[in-house]
């Protein structure tokens, strides 16, 4: 193995084998080294016929950048009177892995060849992505969120005023979080005072250092220019409690204009001092005529827009294309402007070998490719997760069928595990349908059941019959209201929590016997129609289960 090893590398078959009885013919390390440490020092009886060694092959197992361009031993077959010297030793980057000697940290880098060019493919630029370059850069830009941006909104008063608060933005991906921090800032600064400087950072790759790093130099450029900063942190709600912490002191002291933006509830994700010196401003997704607007704007611009991604080609998009788009991304005009560079793209390398068609045109069918399937918003541990459980209880409490089937679905596309709905189901069943029609609970748990044995996806319909039934079953919630009521009497000691009556405990001993335990207990089945108290003496005549004494005799 090790001589074949040494063979591949070039060397001959006498040196190789030289080597490999000098260091034991165990390593190919070794033996390596000792070839190269050999033809450093050339001697007459290194390598067959009195000339020193060369390695000819060696560096092809190794690729380190050169300014010289290397050169080629001559064969010699080519030479027969070759005059051979010693090659000079290897510079200081060519490394030799050694028993001794460490390997290096990090891989060699590999560098692929360019790939012949091919005269009608198009060259596609390289800059930002469409959805970078079109960011509305002031306010008046900004396209949507018009209740967050109307001219008498806290956002307009406090640029006209250059008195920018510190804020929370909250809202789904592609809203204009991080555009609308960026356009406040410039618009603030446009109005001729240019007292702010924008810093941006973000939850997920920087660190308490980071942060701290920018407040110092916030209070050197304050005291240095009498300039504030506005420093903004996308996805704040990753920041732990003792990170968000270290933002207090310096909102408090005015070093800095905190500007954060989240996809999560700041309620349930934001701690309570930090939402109390912030304002937490609320977008929506974008309606659908709002995100033509955006796509129209970067076919059109001419600039910034989609033709700069194309390089020397035009670009036509179709309506289709562009309604599609706009109606299927669920309000997040990043993923609208990332279909859109997508589809023209794809439309683009159609273009082909036809060099007098300069116009790539995109038509529905490439938006449908670019866009593939519609991301549903949904987080298993996040508020949308709860947002949609209620819904489908809800429903089924009103019952809807038809919604609670919807929402059902909507749940299982996001991903949610069908134990979960299942589970909700079966307390379903109790809580709202109850004894209105108990056959309920056996639906729910035989649900629950079906569900663990088949698993997704030929549980759905399932988990669909047992909505559907639960929905259309009549409800009550007189067990419910009876819980609920019990709970408030035993927490509040409005019982005052005495012991049981004596007549109603277990006697199993003689002892408790004589001690009156189940004395005067009156056996209903022999007499039915006996009045006997089963309630403590304080709590006489209390009522908790609203049900009609003629349907507790039939049940």
Not at 265 to 289: A, E, G, I, Q, Y
Not at 379 to 403: C, F, P, Q, T, V
Request: overall charge neutral; some cysteine; aromatic content about 6%.
């Amino acid at each position: 193995m090790e001589m074949e090893q040494l063979l591949s590398m070039g060397f001959p078959s006498e040196l190789a084998a030289q080597a490999l009885a000098a260091t034991g013919g165990k390593s190919t390390v070794k033996a390596t080294e000792w070839i190269l440490s050999q033809t450093s020092h050339p001697h007459p009886n290194n390598s067959p016929n009195g000339s020193s060694f060369q390695q000819p092959k060696l560096d092809r197992f190794f690729h380190f950048p050169s300014s010289k361009p290397k050169q080629e031993p001559s064969s010699p077959s080519n030479s027969p009177t070759q005059t051979t010297t010693a090659p000079p030793p290897p510079p200081p980057h060519h490394q030799v892995l050694s028993a001794q000697t460490p390997p290096p940290s990090k891989r060699p880098k590999v560098f692929a060849p360019s790939p012949p060019s091919n005269p009608h493919n198009h060259t596609i630029s390289n800059d930002e992505p469409l959805a970078e370059r079109m960011r509305p850069r002031t306010i008046d830009d900004v396209i949507g969120q018009d209740l967050l941006l109307s001219q008498n909104s806290l956002l307009r008063s406090a640029i006209r005023c250059s008195r920018i608060p510190s804020i929370i933005l909250w809202g789904p991906p592609g809203t204009g979080k991080t555009s609308i921090a960026r356009a406040i800032v410039t618009s603030a600064n446009s109005q001729g005072s240019s007292s702010y400087r924008f810093v941006s950072l973000s939850a997920v790759t920087c660190g308490v250092k980071d942060v701290r790093d920018a407040f110092e130099d916030a209070r050197k450029f304050k005291l240095k220019n009498s300039k504030r900063t506005v420093l903004f942190l996308d996805e704040v709600h990753r920041f732990n409690k003792s990170q968000q912490d270290s933002f207090l002191p310096v909102i408090e002291d005015g070093t800095i204009v905190f500007i954060g933006a989240t996809t999560e509830n700041p309620s349930f994700h934001l701690v309570t001092p930090l939402l109390s010196r912030c304002r937490v401003l609320t977008l929506s997704p974008l309606k659908p005529h709002h995100v033509q607007t955006i796509l129209k704007r970067a076919v059109n611009d001419p600039d910034k827009g989609l033709s700069k991604s194309l390089g020397s080609l035009r670009v036509d998009v179709s309506e289709d294309a562009v309604e599609f788009l706009s109606t299927n991304c669920d309000g997040d005009a990043r993923v609208a402007l990332n279909a859109l560079e997508i589809s023209a793209v794809a439309a683009a390398a159609r273009v082909g070998s036809d060099g007098d068609l300069r116009l790539a045109s995109v038509a529905l069918d490439d938006a449908k490719e670019a866009l593939q399937s519609k991301h549903l918003a949904y987080d298993r541990a996040g508020e949308e997760h709860y947002n949609l459980i209620s819904a489908l209880h809800k429903s089924m409490r009103g019952s809807d069928a038809d919604a609670s089937i919807y929402w059902l679905v909507r749940m299982l596309e996001g991903g949610e595990q069908p134990l979960y709905i299942a589970r909700r189901l079966v307390r379903f069943a109790s809580e709202d349908v109850g004894l209105a029609d108990p056959l309920a609970l056996n639906q729910a748990v035989a649900c629950y059941q079906a569900c663990h044995f088949l698993g997704m996806p030929e549980c759905n319909v399932i988990l669909a019959q047992c909505v559907a039934y639960l929905a259309l079953a009549p409800k009550s919630i007189s067990v419910y209201r009876a819980m609920g009521a019990a709970q408030k009497v035993v927490r509040e000691s409005v019982g005052q929590n005495e012991g049981v009556p004596l007549h109603l405990r277990n006697a199993p001993t003689k002892l408790m016997k004589e001690l009156g335990y189940g004395k005067d207990y009156i056996y209903t089945p022999d007499n039915p129609t006996a009045n006997q108290s089963f309630l403590p003496p304080s709590l006489q005549g209390y009522k908790f289960l609203d049900w009609p004494a003629s349907n507790a005799n039939n049940g």
